[in-house]
Structures are given as C-alpha cells and as structure tokens.
C-alpha cells in the first residue's frame, strides 16, 4: 500500500513537471521510465504511458526516450495489459516516436512496430486510429528517405506483416482512421521494393480503389501518382 502510494504521488508530482516543461531537466522521463517498468497498476500505467507520449511529440525527447528504452518497455506494456485507455496512450506514444525516421532501426529492434500493430487485438476504435496514425506516420518518413535518396530496400513495416493488415482494413473504420491507412498504403507504394509485396497482397487494387474514391484529394492524387510512377504496378493493371 505504502508502495502503491508513494507511485501515486510520484506519478502527479512528475505530470506537474510536465506541464512545466521541465521534465527532462529534473529527471522525469526516467521516473516514468521505472515508473512503467515497475508499476502493475493499470492507472498508473495508463498515466505514464500518457506523460510519455507528450514527450515523446519533441525531437530530442524521442531521441532519449528510445535510448532510455523507452520503446522496449513501451512495447512490454502493449502486451502485457488488456486495458483499452492503457493501450490507447501506449500506441499514442508509439505513433509518435514513428514520426522520427532516425529512429525507425532501433524502434523495430526494440519490437515498437511489432507491439504497434499487436494492438488492434483490442477492436477499440480510438486504440486502432493511434496505430494506423503510427503506421502512416512511418510510412511517410521512409517515402521521404527513399526520395531523397538515404534508405533502399524493402520496407520494415511490411516485414512486420503491416500491409497486410493496411489492405485487409482499408474500409473498415471511420474516416480519420481510415485516412491515416490510405496515405500509409500510398506511402509504401512509393518504394518500388515492395511492388511484389503490393500485387501479392492485394494491395494494389486498393490504391487503384482509394485513387478513385478517398474522400480526400490529396490522397486520392497520391495514390495516382504511386499508380502511375511504378512500371510493376502499371503492368499488372493492363
């Protein structure tokens, strides 16, 4: 009980931190670090995980919280707990820590994109809308690197089973969830190594579909120009 406690009091006194923007500065980020290793308690759980994801919308901060292991216990969380509100926060932190391309490696081998998608498990709506913003979010960085010349190969996401998942879904969710799995399909068709996974997977015929009917025009101009920049693609559509 005392433990339990003093957890409580530590978690509110380092949220008035954070609002102070003081965190880091007073050593914050690796109390709640310990805070979320330790704790079997789903409040302060879901708190924590809460305090990090604010953090983790700063650059230099996502850059510690990976070093810290954030991403390794933030993924621990993921399957550790059932807790939807938990869960939400986790994958909100998750989503912005893939918002970093630098960070891409090391978030993989820490099993943050495994843990991300692991938690559409839950069918909740606001938990699933944060994995698909960290799946696009992703997936935009990489086409950014890819065209400016600094990573070639296969994406990461899709080696961690992502586009299947993408294609399976595209329809199934309400419109801001389904815009993040839209532009995070578009993204990943503009690496032309991983056209063989698209036409296996089923996933262009959804380009071709969002390109037509997104409710977007940015996206649906996005899907065309995948479409239309990939000789793979265009071939399998004559």
């Not at 918002?99 to 069918?123: C, F, P, Q, T």
């Not at 120009?225 to 004559?238: C, D, H, M, P, T």
Request: glycine letters at 6%; a neutral charge.
């Amino acid at each position: 009980m005392c433990k339990l406690m003093l957890s409580r009091w530590l978690l509110i006194l380092l949220l008035k931190i954070l609002i102070s923007k003081r965190i880091v500065e007073e050593g914050g980020l690796d109390a709640l670090l310990l805070l979320l290793e330790s704790s079997k308690n789903e409040t302060i759980q879901r708190l924590t995980a809460g305090a990090i994801a604010n953090l983790a919308m700063n650059g230099l901060n996502q850059d510690l919280i990976i070093c810290k292991g954030g991403a390794r216990l933030l993924a621990s969380t993921a399957l550790l707990t059932e807790d939807p509100q938990t869960l939400r926060m986790v994958a909100g932190a998750l989503a912005n820590l893939c918002g970093n391309e630098r960070l891409h490696i090391l978030l993989k081998e820490d099993g943050g994109i495994n843990a991300l998608l692991a938690m559409v498990r839950s069918r909740h709506n606001n938990v699933i809308s944060q994995v698909a913003r960290g799946v696009a979010n992703f997936a935009k960085c990489e086409s950014r690197r890819i065209n400016q010349g600094q990573w070639k190969g296969r994406s990461l996401l899709i080696e961690d089973g992502a586009l299947d998942w993408l294609v399976a879904n595209c329809t199934n969710f309400a419109d801001s969830t389904r815009h993040h799995i839209e532009l995070a399909l578009c993204h990943l068709a503009q690496n032309e190594e991983n056209a063989v996974d698209f036409i296996e997977s089923g996933g262009i015929k959804e380009l071709l579909r969002i390109s037509k009917e997104s409710s977007r025009e940015d996206i649906c101009k996005l899907a065309k120009k995948a479409l239309n920049s990939n000789s793979a693609f265009l071939v399998e559509l004559q």
